[in-house]
């Protein structure tokens, strides 16, 4: 099994930065793709930024030019930077990661508990 752990939400005025980081642990064979997703109270849960295992990313209109993806596979961690912090972008934000658990399995979706950015205006 893998867990996930994220850390670095919390209470920032607008045009803030804050930096989140979301750490697996456990056994597992390799990590792929991971992102960064949101969810805010009666919104469905969305794409916030995505990165995959040769770096390559995607964000969400919302955030581009204010937000970064990155990770670091030798921690496997990932990683998003929040810049321009704006009230809409308040929020749960979830972690994703597509494990593969030993060689010959499929990949499946690992979640972190959440962490929660407030953006007061």
């Known amino acids: 099994q893998v867990q996930l752990v994220g850390s670095g939400g919390g209470l920032v005025q607008a045009g803030g930065s804050l930096r989140l980081s979301c750490a697996a642990s456990?056994?597992?064979?390799?990590?792929?793709?991971m992102g960064w997703y949101r969810q805010a109270p009666g919104k469905q849960r969305e794409l916030v930024a995505h990165i995959t295992r040769d770096g390559s990313t995607d964000y969400a209109d919302s955030v581009k030019g204010r937000f970064t993806i990155s990770r670091d596979d030798a921690k496997n961690t990932v990683y998003l930077q929040m810049n321009s912090l704006k009230p809409e972008d308040t929020s749960a934000y979830y972690c994703?990661?597509?494990?593969?658990?030993?060689?010959?399995?499929?990949?499946?979706?690992?979640w972190g508990q959440g962490t929660q950015v407030t953006v007061s205006s």
């Open positions: 994703n990661a597509r494990v593969r658990l030993s060689r010959f399995s499929v990949e499946y979706d690992s």
């Open positions: 456990g056994k597992f064979f390799s990590i792929n793709a």
